[in-house]
């Protein structure tokens, strides 16, 4: 396991310093604050095996529905969008 600074974790791996803190604070990233010369350094602990590194990088795969399911659920939701609207119009003459 590699330890490096916050900056060096951005360079290494092509990131601006903003969204490094925000995979920090978000817990994405192993890190641990360090006080040093009376400053709080943060370092990023790093997987050394190059294998498990790309593995962290890569966005989950999302399942994706066919077509005709999501116009079946589309024509769901505005069928309910009608039934509600007519709701409101009653209870808009009721008061």
């Not at 490094?20 to 602990?45: H, M, P």
Request: proline letters at 3%.
């Amino acid at each position: 396991m590699e330890k490096m600074t916050l900056k060096a974790y951005a360079v290494k791996h092509k990131m601006s310093m903003f969204n490094v803190v925000k995979l920090v604070k978000s817990g994405k990233i192993k890190s641990e604050t360090v006080e040093e010369d009376g400053k709080s350094i943060v370092y990023i602990y790093e997987e050394s095996d190059p294998g498990l590194a790309g593995i962290a990088d890569k966005k989950p795969i999302e399942s994706r529905e066919k077509p005709a399911g999501l116009l079946t659920r589309v024509s769901a939701l505005e069928n309910e969008i009608v039934q509600l609207r007519k709701e409101i119009e009653t209870l808009k003459r009721l008061l």
